[in-house]
């Protein structure tokens, strides 16, 4: 059984960082292209970066480009998501998805999810 269990969202000002955790079991880790996705109340869940199989290649959003960084590690089974000059507009519940593409941004190219962290940034 598959199973993507995120960690690390929680209440931050405006400015501040996050790093969110993603731990995977019931998969070849390595073996699968591994993605972020947020949802914000009332809004449809979108990419927010992703990462290929061996760590190599990254892709973001254009909204958190340069403010984001997505990284893995294979020995541990693991995805992170280091979230920096966060802005009130980051609130949203944020999954961890795993995807047999590399690096994809669509949702539908996602096999697996995570049940979500809330993070929230207060101005």
């Known amino acids: 059984q598959v199973q993507l269990s995120e960690s690390g969202g929680g209440l931050v000002q405006a400015g501040g960082s996050l790093r969110l955790s993603c731990a995977a079991s019931g998969l070849p880790f390595r073996r699968w292209g591994m993605g972020w996705f947020r949802q914000a109340p009332g809004q449809e869940r979108e990419f927010v970066a992703s990462i290929n199989q061996s760590g190599g290649s990254t892709y973001y959003a254009d909204s958190v480009k340069g403010r984001f960084t997505i990284s893995r590690d294979n020995a541990k089974n693991t995805v992170s998501l280091q979230m920096n000059s966060l802005k009130p507009e980051d609130t949203a519940v944020y999954y961890c998805?795993?995807?047999?593409?590399?690096?994809?941004?669509?949702?539908?190219?996602?096999?697996?999810w995570g049940q979500g962290t809330q993070v929230t940034v207060s101005s």
């Open positions: 998805a795993a995807s047999y593409y590399a690096g994809s941004s669509r949702r539908d190219e996602y096999a697996y």
